[in-house]
Nanobody
Framework: QVQVVESGGGLVLAGGSLRLSCAAS????????MGWYRQRPEKQRELVAT???????NYADSVKGRFTINRNNAENTVSLQMDMVKPEDTAVYLC????????????????WGKGVLVTVSS
């Protein structure tokens, strides 16, 4: 079994910064992609940023230049540095990890955390 746990949500003023962290643990042979998604009120879940095991990043246009994703392969962790936040960044932020659980398996499973709430006040 694999657990994905986020931390770091909270209330922040518009224009400020916040850092989210996420750790994957449990039955892990290798973590492939890791990413952050968000669920805004009455909106569908959307991609915020992803990072491959090799460090290739992908960002939603709405956060480019403001958010930075980083990962630590040795610790199976990923962070999201959120700068110059806006009220429209208010959402539940969810982390996911694409995990290969066994050394002899080619199958990868996506695991999700429960999410953390980020509220940006104007």
């Amino acid at each position: 079994q694999v657990q994905v746990v986020e931390s770091g949500g909270g209330l922040v003023l518009a224009g400020g910064s916040l850092r989210l962290s996420c750790a994957a643990s449990g039955s892990i042979f290798r973590v492939n992609d890791m990413g952050w998604y968000r669920q805004r009120p009455e909106k569908q879940r959307e991609l915020v940023a992803t990072v491959s095991r090799g460090g290739t990043t992908n960002y939603a246009d709405s956060v480019k230049g403001r958010f930075t994703i980083n990962r630590n392969n040795a610790e199976n962790t990923v962070s999201l540095q959120m700068d110059m936040v806006k009220p429209e960044d208010t959402a539940v932020y969810l982390c996911n990890a694409v995990v290969v659980e066994n050394w002899d398996s080619v199958r990868a499973t996506t695991y999700w955390g429960k999410g953390v709430l980020v509220t940006v006040s104007s």
